[in-house]
């Protein structure tokens, strides 16, 4: 069973054993019996850490899952959202920056790539 740390607002901290289920739970106080809340300890590293390196970190630990790949169409479309000019409440803002599918034929004719060939464009 794991360790985990609770609070009691009069005598600081203290350890109790719980099951991971239980940890949730509040635990009494080993010395006034109060019931005390589980708290969660941040590294201190992390609260003296520049603004910037803690943002990289939080990046990188978004990243893991889904990496960023930093492709030609990523970054003009990075430097699309931080030059949007429209300010707040334009409409635009909540949807993606992205280069239109549009393609011409040889003979002129617009053509709409897309995995449904029966659609009709406008």
């Known amino acids: 069973m794991p360790v985990y740390d609770y609070k009691c607002p009069e005598h600081g901290l203290f350890y ?4 991971m289920d239980e940890s949730s ?3 009494n106080c080993p010395t006034c019996s109060k019931l005390c809340a589980r708290v969660l300890m941040v590294a201190p590293e ?3 850490m520049k603004t910037e390196n803690r943002a990289a970190h939080t990046r990188n630990e978004m990243a893991v899952h889904s990496p ?3 492709t030609p169409d990523y970054r003009a479309e990075q430097q699309a959202r931080r030059e949007h000019k429209h300010g707040k409440g334009c409409g635009c803002g909540d949807k993606p920056i992205r280069k239109s599918n549009l393609l011409y034929t040889a ?3 617009k ?3 897309s995995m449904r060939p029966w659609m009709i464009s406008h």
């Open 16 to 19: 109790e054993l719980a099951a």
């Open 25 to 27: 739970q509040p635990r």
């Open 46 to 48: 992390f609260l003296d």
């Open 68 to 70: 960023i790949l930093s």
């Open 107 to 109: 003979e002129g004719n």
């Open 111 to 113: 053509m709409f790539p």
